[in-house]
């Protein structure tokens, strides 16, 4: 979150909601509920509304730090019992160590921060694509004593990110996260809302069988107060409600993985997709405008031009199950460089681009490439080989409710917002159906593909996900199904392909 407020020289000042600071001082455990004398610190406690809460609960050792002093004032006036600092977080030197940290930390890019705070992040992080948050998560799991709990509300993007690794690393080499209330992108400050996650860590090695409770949001349109109370009685009754999804998974125990908030979904018998598959990132331009030809252009182009016209397939054509419509482009190979050359080969579509030339000399381009080159010609060679095979495409980050891988076996190549995958060693038809299901999009997103309201299809998750060894007839069941859709342009039997998948789950059909 970006600087937003009056109160200047302030990294992030955002108030916290009254019933989610609530929420999160009764999460405090039992073991500290009871001891009111808890040493507990607030680390960036803004105009104290955690503070307050932490009052009401009859807590007598609260502390707060404030880096601004504006805010740090208005605490000191409103809680003169309580020990306050005017103090930087990240370059605070104390000897103290506390039962309780809890907080709702900046959240702000390493990038959009200032020089000073940069160092200070990094000094921390070590890290330069990190968050300001991952330095108060690493500082405060340092502050806590063994046993100790971090409360905080945080983004959700370090369970994902591959450079919040070392929180991850942190986290689990100090202890458990015990609970996680995972708020997705439900407005909860002004500004900016990135999805939130409310965690509580434990710093204790985790007994063998120690678990992670997971309350994840099903209803968004809820208020704070609803939140407050059925995340409580999700808590207490250890099962889901109108506005919580509750389970409990193994603690997370790997920081190279991708940390995710769904229920892990077993698949007793399975090949991986890259053993099944090839998987390929798409072509691209760099400069969409300049390499885009209308119908009417490509008519007016001469013979060795038409020979320069090739067949994308974007996102938008992929209509889950099958291809809808493509995109023209022209692309003068990477071995003309002479412009020249280019301009006596190809006089219309020289023409077109000139007018464009200097937006296309300052796109990024490697070494070796001329203005009038393609930005990157990603797996060019394979695509070409593979133009005459079945290919299923997917858009790279998909706002869509339903999975839209789509077949093609026309000679098309993907444009970089597409993944493509060609089956090598599995049928085509009951690739493009599993890959269609519900069943497979919840096991992808507990795989870790959701972004928001998105989800993302990678090739480092695709190649890593394990698709079932199902018996023959269920493969050929899955296969028929999906052939049916895929000619017949109608999606009504999709749920038909989580039937049998369903079945097949029960009854155990697997090789
Ligand atoms: C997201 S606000 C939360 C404020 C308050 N805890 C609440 O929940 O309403 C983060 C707070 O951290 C403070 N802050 C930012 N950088 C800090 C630092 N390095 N040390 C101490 N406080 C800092 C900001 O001034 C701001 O008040």
Not at 42 to 68: A, R, Y
Not at 303 to 328: D, M, P, Q, R, Y
Not at 425 to 450: H, I, M, Q, T, V
Request: glycine share 4%; with cysteine.
């Amino acid at each position: 979150m970006k600087e937003e407020n009056s109160i200047t020289g302030t990294i992030s000042f955002i108030e916290t909601p009254s019933d989610i600071a609530q929420l999160m001082v009764d999460l405090v455990s039992l073991n500290f509920k009871k001891k009111k004398d808890a040493v507990i610190l607030d680390s960036g406690c803004g105009k104290g509304i955690f503070l307050k809460e932490l009052q009401k609960k009859n807590f007598t050792k609260v502390e707060g730090i404030e880096l601004n002093q504006a805010l740090y004032k208005i605490c000191k006036g409103e809680f003169p019992n309580l020990k306050i600092y005017n103090n930087n977080y990240l370059t605070w030197d104390t000897k103290k160590r506390y039962d309780i940290i809890i907080g709702n930390p900046p959240y702000a890019h390493y990038n959009a921060l200032p020089s000073e705070v940069k160092e200070q992040v990094f000094e921390i992080v070590k890290n330069k694509e990190s968050d300001i948050y991952y330095a108060f998560m690493l500082k405060s799991i340092d502050l806590l004593r063994e046993g100790g709990e971090l409360i905080y509300i945080v983004p959700y993007s370090f369970f994902y990110n591959t450079f919040a690794k070392t929180v991850r690393e942190k986290i689990i080499s100090n202890g458990y996260l015990d609970l996680v209330i995972d708020l997705d992108e439900i407005r909860l400050f002004k500004g900016e809302n990135p999805e939130t996650i409310i965690l509580k860590f434990v710093k204790k090695k985790p007994k063998e069988e120690e678990k992670t409770a997971i309350l994840r949001i099903k209803n968004k349109n809820v208020s704070t107060e609803i939140i407050l109370r059925d995340a409580i009685e999700s808590i207490n009754k250890e099962e889901s409600n109108d506005t919580f999804q509750y389970h409990k998974k193994a603690v997370f125990s790997s920081s190279d993985e991708i940390w995710t908030t769904y229920p892990l979904i077993e698949i007793p018998s399975y090949n991986y997709l890259k053993d099944l598959a090839w998987i390929g990132v798409g072509l691209v331009t760099g400069y969409e405008k300049g390499f885009i030809l209308a119908e009417k252009e490509i008519r007016k182009l001469n013979v060795n031009e038409k020979k320069a016209v090739i067949k994308l397939i974007k996102a938008t054509h992929c209509k889950g199950f099958w291809i809808e419509g493509e995109t023209s482009y022209f692309l003068i190979e990477d071995k003309f460089q002479d412009e020249e050359e280019i301009k006596k080969l190809f006089p219309n579509l020289y023409e077109k681009i000139l007018p464009y030339k200097q937006e296309m000399i300052e796109r990024y381009l490697p070494n070796n490439k001329k203005w009038f080159h393609w930005q990157a010609l990603r797996n060019i060679k394979k695509h070409t080989n593979y133009s005459s095979s079945p290919k299923i495409y997917v858009p790279n980050l998909d706002r869509s409710k339903v999975n839209r891988f789509s077949l093609s076996e026309e000679s098309i190549f993907p444009s970089g917002d597409v993944l493509t995958i060609v089956p090598q060693k599995a049928d085509p038809y009951f690739l493009l159906g599993y890959l269609n299901s519900n069943f497979f999009r919840e096991y992808y997103l507990s795989a870790g593909a959701r972004r928001g309201h998105r989800i993302t299809f990678t090739q480092r998750i695709l190649a890593n996900i394990k698709i079932p060894r199902f018996e023959k007839e269920v493969v050929q069941k899955i296969a028929s199904i999906t052939k049916k859709i895929f000619l017949e342009k109608q999606k009504d039997q999709l749920s038909k392909i989580d039937e049998v998948i369903q079945q097949a789950f029960q009854n155990g059909n697997f090789e």
